[in-house]
Nanobody, 122 residues
Framework: QVQLVESGGGLVQAGGSLRLSCAAS????????MGWFRQAPGKEREFVAA????????YYADSVKGRFTISRDNAKNTVYLSMNSLKPEDTAVYYC???????????????WGQGTQVTVSS
């Protein structure tokens, strides 16, 4: 089992920045690729970003490319999502998830956190 706990969400004005963190425990963190997903009210959960186990590869949804950066610190068992130039449409609950191989589909992920709320005001 892998336990994931997100933090860093909050209320920010449009154009602002936030950095989300996801702390992992339970198994060897470096054995897992990590992803971030989000779910806005009334919408399905969608892919945001993913990073491979070795940090060699990153993947982004088109909607966040150039604004968000995913990174990880395997020594700290933590994955981050740095979000810049935030827009009201980025408002959602953000979830981190763990999988064996980096992927963009929810079904590929085995473990999920509880989520952290990000609200961007206009």
């Amino acid at each position: 089992q892998v336990q994931l706990v997100e933090s860093g969400g909050g209320l920010v004005q449009a154009g602002g920045s936030l950095r989300l963190s996801c702390a992992a425990s339970g198994r060897i963190f470096s054995n897992y690729a990590m992803g971030w997903f989000r779910q806005a009210p009334g919408k399905e959960r969608e892919f945001v970003a993913a990073i491979s186990r070795s940090v060699s590869s990153t993947y982004y949804a088109d909607s966040v490319k150039g604004r968000f950066t995913i990174s990880r610190d395997n020594a700290k068992n933590t994955v981050y999502l740095s979000m810049n130039s935030l827009k009201p449409e980025d408002t959602a609950v953000y979830y981190c998830a763990a999988t064996r191989v980096a992927a963009i589909h929810m079904r590929e992920y085995d473990y999920w956190g509880q989520g952290t709320q990000v609200t961007v005001s206009s």
